[in-house]
């Protein structure tokens, strides 16, 4: 409840974060009898401008903002535009030209069949004053959500969805979200299901000049809170290389007119390649595609917050494992956004929502509030990380090289004023080479260790054309910064090795020669794969001759890279690309009876 998000705060404020978000505080329709089920979360609300008992009373939510606000911390309160509760529904099919015909009102159990809260009570289709109010769409739950009018219209989980282009809805919920930044100071709203509502909504709730239920920003100024900021929730994640949902958020933030509607949206896309890459085994090829499209995409990705996980999704160590969160958690510390945390995920929670506190839901008995777990801790030091560093929180990230075909080496400058940061991560459980990392800082910059996760990080002087080339551990991540200065003192570099041209597309093994002066033998790695390279003798005329079994390499799109590298002068040739195309020829077959 809030009283105990209060007492928590030394533990919240102690990982590093600076802000709460919290789930709607409003008063809820407590108990569903169609699904069987509680709102509990705060997303099926009564009234909008009430407490719910389960959390506490306004003086508790006020004593926690002012708890928060001692402390220089921000309160983020998730509100809702779209619905109310289950007050209504169909009880035959539903028929657009007589939807009256098996309408029926819910019974609620403390005996309300509809919010406490006017207009939202005027809920009864039957009733023509009600019917003429147009509070509410009359619509049954969404059946196809790639329908643009059924997202918009329709009820998402047979929740009462509110008609948001009526002006009497319009100004009860300025007033009503008004309300809570006049009477406890919240500094922020997450805006649940924004998806649902037209996105011209926004303009309104944001600006109207109506001077008794002004807009939520006009009334945050007027509050003293200049720097109110919202953000909404558009549950859209994109594809491997596609970039639909994300443009679809963007018109949630700027219009095609380019009109300002909601300061920011949750980067959806970006947790859905997160996912896939740190704990599904992509290619972080697809995460280096995402923070480059992230960047043309949205207008101020640098306000959009961030996530690994939250209450709408699988933990990520439902699936992923703790290098893997690791990982993930550092890159949103070191990328474009606001970086959010799901409660739980410092203390290794698997279950999506349960609880912290030794009473609640799926808390094993007893609290998790340990503020030496191993998560804890890590997460301890990457938020000092960023926070210390304002290169990664202001930072505009470069892509400079990213695996994709396999997991491997993903890296990224973040440039801010004249500070630049380096990070680099290999997200294979074997070690992996990244060969002659162009980091476009200037030649014999010398660049400061910031950070290490399963290796440590040391310093770096670049080469005469600023490259470096790097060994990295498995599942390890390192963070260097740069004054962007250039050092005199290079190192004498090794004498060349070299690979002769190749075939570009193979059909069989592929065929490699090359030099390698002064060596006896040199390691051909395949897609930065270390573990796997394969050592080549070289001849007495410094010529080495090998061939490269590709049998595994069955996608005839993606694009693999070879080189030759020696680890003991840590130098490595240039790197051929190339594709393989195979004749395939089948087996067996077998008919899949259940066609799944």
């Not at 708890?67 to 529904?89: E, P, S």
């Not at 400061?448 to 990295?472: H, K, M, N, W, Y």
């Not at 051909?524 to 070289?538: N, R």
């Amino acid at each position: 409840d809030l009283a105990g998000v209060e007492r928590q705060l030394d533990y919240i404020q102690g990982l590093g974060a600076t802000a709460v978000w919290i789930t709607p505080p409003v008063a809820n329709q407590w108990w569903s009898d169609r699904a069987q089920f509680g709102g509990y979360h705060g997303y099926w609300a009564s009234d909008f401008k009430a407490v719910d008992a389960h959390f506490g009373a306004l003086a508790d939510y006020r004593s926690l903002a002012d708890a928060m606000h001692g402390r220089g911390l921000r309160l983020v309160q998730d509100i809702v535009v779209n619905h109310t509760g289950d007050y209504f529904g169909w009880d035959a099919g539903y028929d657009p030209a007589r939807p009256d015909r098996g309408f029926a009102l819910r019974r609620q159990a403390d005996g309300t069949t509809a919010p406490s809260q006017p207009p939202f009570d005027r809920n009864d289709l039957r009733r023509r004053d009600h019917r003429k109010a147009a509070i509410y769409h009359w619509t049954p739950q969404i059946r196809d959500f790639s329908d643009p009018r059924q997202e918009l219209d329709w009820q998402l989980a047979d929740l009462d969805d509110l008609n948001t282009e009526t002006p009497a809805v319009r100004a009860a919920l300025r007033d009503s979200y008004g309300f809570w930044i006049r009477e406890v100071g919240v500094d922020g709203f997450r805006v649940d299901t924004a998806f649902y509502v037209p996105p011209d909504f926004f303009t309104d709730f944001l600006h109207a000049d109506d001077p008794k239920r002004p807009g939520v920003l006009k009334v945050a100024v007027a509050n003293g809170k200049p720097q109110f900021h919202l953000f909404g929730e558009g549950f859209g994640i994109d594809k491997p290389y596609e970039d639909a949902m994300a443009r679809k958020i963007e018109t949630y933030a700027r219009g095609a007119d380019g009109v300002p509607r909601l300061p920011a949206m949750i980067n959806f896309p970006l947790y859905g390649t997160l996912g896939d890459v740190f704990a599904r085994g992509h290619p972080p090829g697809e995460l280096g595609f995402r923070i480059e499209n992230m960047m043309k995409v949205h207008a101020d990705p640098w306000r959009m917050p961030t996530f690994v996980d939250n209450h709408d999704v699988d933990r990520f160590l439902a699936g992923g494992d703790e290098a893997g969160l690791k990982q993930a958690l550092l890159a949103i510390m070191t990328l474009p956004g606001i970086p959010t945390i799901y409660y739980g995920t410092e203390q290794g929670l698997r279950e999506q929502r349960a609880s912290m506190f030794a009473g609640g839901h799926g808390s094993g008995g007893r609290d998790r509030f340990d503020t030496h777990a191993p998560l804890y801790r890590h997460l301890q030091r990457v938020t000092a990380l960023r926070r210390e560093h304002r290169v990664l929180s202001r930072g505009t990230p470069t892509v400079l090289a990213a695996n994709a075909a396999a997991p491997g080496a993903i890296a990224w400058r973040m440039t801010h004023a004249d500070e630049q940061a380096l990070v680099v991560f290999n997200t294979a459980a074997h070690a992996a080479l990244l060969d002659r990392l162009d980091t476009g800082l200037p030649p014999g910059a010398r660049l400061q260790p910031l950070f290490g996760l399963a290796a440590e990080s040391t310093p770096i002087t670049l080469d005469r054309q600023g490259r470096t080339t790097l060994v990295l551990p498995p599942r390890s991540a390192l963070v260097w910064s740069s004054s962007g200065s250039g050092s005199e003192a290079l190192p004498a570099e090794a004498p060349d090795l070299t690979l002769d041209p190749a075939a570009d597309t193979v059909t069989g093994d592929l065929a490699l020669s090359g030099t390698a002066p002064g060596r006896t033998s040199v390691r051909l790695v395949v897609d930065g794969d270390l573990d796997a390279a394969q050592t080549v003798a070289v001849g007495r005329d410094g010529r080495w001759r090998a061939s490269v079994a590709t049998d595994n390499m069955i996608d005839r799109e993606i694009v693999h890279r070879v080189l030759a590298w020696d680890p003991t002068t840590a130098t490595a040739s240039d790197a051929h690309a190339f594709k393989v195309a195979r004749a395939w020829s089948r087996v067996a077959a077998a008919d899949d009876p259940i066609g799944d």
